[in-house]
């Protein structure tokens, strides 16, 4: 059972900048560097939206709310994505979760348990 474990969370004046990481557990390297990895978020009642997800082969795409405020990398060997967001404003307070996707899909998908986000004014 793969475990995903967010972290950097916390809370930041808008205009500033966080760098979340997602790391896996309980999954080989291979399997991880295999799998896509995404990043979501989901604000006071609203549904869980995608933000930036990473490919195998480390193709990138991101959501057009963070589209060139966001980077999405991966580090296979530490079995960590990162999320770096940057210029920060108060809509993108909410939980963010990453997502694990592996290559098989009767292995299932993973998500984390969730890392709180807030901006303020």
């Known amino acids: 059972q793969v475990q995903l474990v967010e972290s950097g969370g916390g809370l930041v004046q808008a205009g500033g900048s966080l760098r979340l990481s997602c790391a896996a557990s309980?999954?080989?390297?291979?399997?991880?560097?295999?799998?896509?990895i995404g990043w979501y978020r989901q604000g006071p009642g609203s549904q869980r939206e995608l933000l930036a997800r990473?490919?195998?082969?480390?193709?990138?795409n991101y959501a057009d709310s963070v589209k060139g405020r966001v980077t999405i990398s991966r580090d296979n060997a530490k079995k960590t994505v990162y999320l770096q967001m940057n210029s920060l404003k108060l809509e993108d307070t909410a939980a963010y979760y990453c997502?694990?996707?592996?290559?098989?899909?009767?292995?299932?998908?993973?998500w984390g348990q969730g890392t709180q986000v807030t901006i303020s004014s």
């Open positions: 997502n694990l996707l592996p290559p098989y899909p009767y292995l299932g998908e993973y």
């Open positions: 990473i490919s195998a082969g480390g193709s990138t």
């Open positions: 309980e999954t080989s390297e291979k399997i991880f560097e295999m799998s896509t």
